[in-house]
Structure formats: structure tokens, C-alpha cells
């Protein structure tokens, strides 16, 4: 009799250890061995039973018998994670398993969103971007890039980060908050810069703001990067001489501060109408910078070239004629800009 009771109970234990590990298994096979990822968000707070019956819901979890969202959160709370889930967006298959599921989870690794700067850009065009990309609100980068208090705190001396906002492509979470984006961005342009470069500005009789306004001045007087060594000896050379700098993209960069908006013609006028950024109507360079910059045109100025240049004009294919006098400035300005005529 006693065997007989024996008997029955270690089959009644091997049938529970059995149906133990046909449940854990659903947690290390996947849902599908096929399929593409999908987005799932995970609230800020959301309890985990609610979490695991959303991705049941939603096909991420397999359908085995005696298994499902219950059995789940049973093991993630036997494993100490279920008060680790990071709150997010990700990017979830059915082809994972309820434990590679949960880990990504514990771990956050949220879905990012790449975002490209290219050089040239001022503040507002940034912001567009970033906000196209999904990452933040245009409105709250802005007021993040254009904060006095953060820009003192990241050790700029400005009163916004114009040109400081390094060009890059990103990876970002969704909704980002926008000082954490701006952070990111003026963090990069500090580590752009090699040993050699903080020795040549060390050296330099400009400081660095200054360095990085007349950086982004040659940015965009060019996208020509053989160019802009000799763009950015036009200017110094100028600047030495005491003479305006006379330059396109500060006027409409004026005018941006101004008005708002430019409408892409540039007129006689508005070379006359006074802003603190137009270097027809002033002297030096203007209080800051007029758009983000690249290491070229920074180091353009930290390393121009040895020439005398003063002046230059567009061929109209993307490079341009330089002189070094005004006589010569003419004649190439008649040459390419009025085709000959006088």
C-alpha cells in the first residue's frame, strides 16, 4: 500500500514538474518565427499585468495552453524586474521571445529617431527638423537653444546657442525633452574639437565666440571645403584692414531677426537697413553667430590661407574668383555676375 501511495505521488509530481515546464516554456519560444516590428509604447507607470495583456493583445506573446500574461508577470516578479520597466517607445517582433521581450524592456532600450543636421542651418531650420523627426516641439527646442541661463551653463558666452548646435545625425527618443536634445547637440560640438584645435584657439587673438561667428560666415558664403580657407582669409584679411566685411548672409540673417522670415531676395535696401548684423552698415564681425558650423570652417579660421586676398565673387558654379584689389574685384564681377557687359 505504501508503494502504491509512493507511486502516485511522484507521479503526481513528475505530472506537476511536466505541466510546470510545459508553461515556463512559453516564455523562451516566440510568438511567431516570422514577422516584421512593430512600435509599442509603455506608459510612464503602467502597471505590468496591464503591459503583458497589451502585448498579448497585440500578437507579441505565444499562444500555448496553461500560458499567457498571468505567467508572464509571475516570472518577471520571480526575477526581480517588474518594477524595472522603463517607460517608452520600442520596437517590438514577434519573432522575439516573452524574455527577450522583458529584458528590452527592463533595460529600456527604446526606439530612436535619426535626425540629420547639415551645416548652414540657424536655430529655427533646427528646430524644424527636430520636430519633423518627431523628436520634440519646435516651440520647446527653441526656447531651449535660445536660454541665456543654459547657454552660461554649458560654458558658452552667448545669449543663445546659435552655431553651437553641431551638425550631426542623431538618434533621439520620441518626445525628447528639448534642453536634453540641445544638450546633446552643444555637448558634440565641444568634443569635435582635437588637442591641436584647442591649442591653435588658445593662440588665436579671437575668442572663441568670435571664432565660431566668422566660422559660420564661411560656412555660408561656401560649401566648397577646398574654399574656405581662402573665404575665411578674405574676411581676416578685411577685419585686419579695419575694412566692413560686406557680406550676404549676415544682411539676411538680419533680416531673419527682424522680420522673421526672408523671402529669398535679397535688395539693394536691405543692404542700407541697419541690423545689428548687417556688415554693409557696420564695422567687425557681428555680436554672434549666424548658423551651425563644421570643423572646416572652424578650422578654416584657425589655419587660412597665406594670401592677400580681399574680395571674391561667384563663378556661378559653385566656387568663386578672389582679388586683391578692388580693380580686379571689378573686372571679375563684370565677368561673372553681368556676362561682359559694363
Known sequence: MIWKLV????????????LALWITQGLVVPARVAGESRPFSVADGEPLIRVVQRLDGAGLLP???????????????????????????????????PVEILEKLRTGEVKTYPVTIPEGLHLKEVAERVAAAGI???????EAARSPELARELGIEADDLEGYLFPETYRFRKDTPGEQVVRRMVEEFKAS?????????????????????????????TGDPDERPMIAAVFLNRLQKRMRLQTDPT????????RGSFDG??????????????????GG??????????????????????????????????????????????????????????
Open 285 to 342: 564681425l557681428p555680436p554672434g553667430p549666424i548658423a551651425s558650423v563644421g570643423m572646416d570652417s572652424i578650422r578654416a579660421v584657425l589655419e587660412p590661407a597665406d594670401v592677400d586676398y580681399l574680395y571674391f565673387v561667384s563663378r556661378n558654379d559653385g566656387t568663386h574668383y578672389f582679388s586683391s584689389t578692388l580693380r580686379q574685384h571689378n573686372n571679375a564681377v563684370n565677368r561673372y555676375q553681368k556676362g561682359g557687359r559694363r
Open 63 to 97: 499562444e500555448r495552453v496553461f500560458f499567457g500574461p498571468r505567467v508572464v508577470v509571475l516570472f518577471a516578479q520571480f526575477q526581480g524586474v517588474d518594477r524595472e520597466i522603463k517607460a517608452g517607445e520600442y520596437d517590438l517582433a514577434p519573432t522575439m521571445t
Open 136 to 142: 520634440v516641439e519646435q516651440e520647446e527646442f527653441l
Open 251 to 258: 544682411v539676411i540673417y538680419g533680416i531673419l531677426r527682424t
Open 193 to 221: 574639437f582635437t588637442p591641436d584645435d584647442r591649442a591653435r584657439i588658445e593662440a588665436a587673438a579671437m575668442s572663441l565666440h568670435q571664432i565660431v561667428t566668422l566660422a559660420s560666415i564661411v560656412e555660408k558664403e
Open 7 to 18: 507511486g502516485g505521488a511522484a507521479a503526481f509530481l513528475a505530472a506537476g514538474i511536466g
Open 265 to 282: 531676395n535679397l535688395r539693394r535696401v536691405d543692404l542700407r537697413t541697419d541690423t545689428p548684423y548687417n556688415t554693409y552698415t557696420r
